[in-house]
């Protein structure tokens, strides 16, 4: 298959992925204004993102569930910041019954994404808009004293350590 064949191919792919994602998320009632959590975003995300995928699966936040033991898997001051979107009506609940919202997914940081999965993928600026940039205050709910292994936080510092963004 020649380069173009298989571009073509990739946005007929991404195409399929929307609409079956659009019609399974308008046949469970969810609102077209109100973003819900998708889940699984290693899967969902990586369909468009796979270079920020590959580096995020390598983070420590991408398993951050795991490194949890059972007692602390069931503590909610532990699991608000080991799962993504914790506390939220469409965010984690429990292992068993919000399995693909387990670790530190790119919701958590960027916000739900069901409505960034519906826009046109040719439409950069209204995706851009249904997304959520990190802020310090975003890194700071989970990164401060009330984690038990708090030695301080540099946001700089971590920022950079857990970039998986293309500079522009």
């Given at each position: 298959?020649?380069?173009?064949?298989?571009?073509?191919?990739?946005?007929?792919?991404?195409?399929?992925?929307?609409?079956?994602?659009?019609?399974?998320?308008?046949?469970?009632?969810?609102?077209?204004?109100?973003?819900?959590?998708?889940?699984?975003?290693?899967?969902?995300?990586?369909?468009?993102?796979?270079?920020?995928?590959?580096?995020?699966?390598?983070?420590?936040?991408?398993?951050?569930?795991?490194?949890?033991?059972?007692?602390?898997?069931?503590d909610p001051k532990c699991i608000k910041c080991h799962v993504t979107g914790f506390g939220e009506k469409t965010g984690f609940k429990s292992l068993s019954e919000t399995p693909k919202l387990a670790d530190v997914q790119c919701e958590a940081c960027h916000g739900p994404a069901s409505l960034h999965m519906k826009v046109p993928i040719n439409d950069k600026q209204k995706r851009r808009a249904t997304i959520k940039k990190p802020t310090k205050e975003d890194c700071l709910k989970c990164h401060n004293k009330e984690y038990p292994d708090f030695k301080g936080f540099d946001y700089e510092k971590q920022r950079a350590k857990i970039q998986h963004w293309k500079s522009k």
């Open positions: 298959m020649n380069r173009s064949n298989g571009r073509i191919s990739l946005v007929i792919f991404i195409t399929f992925i929307s609409v079956v994602f659009y019609a399974t998320s308008r046949a469970s009632g969810q609102s077209e204004g109100t973003a819900e959590y998708v889940g699984d975003n290693a899967k969902n995300c990586k369909v468009c993102h796979a270079e920020q995928a590959k580096v995020w699966s390598t983070l420590k936040m991408a398993k951050a569930f795991s490194s949890l033991n059972d007692q602390q898997q069931k």
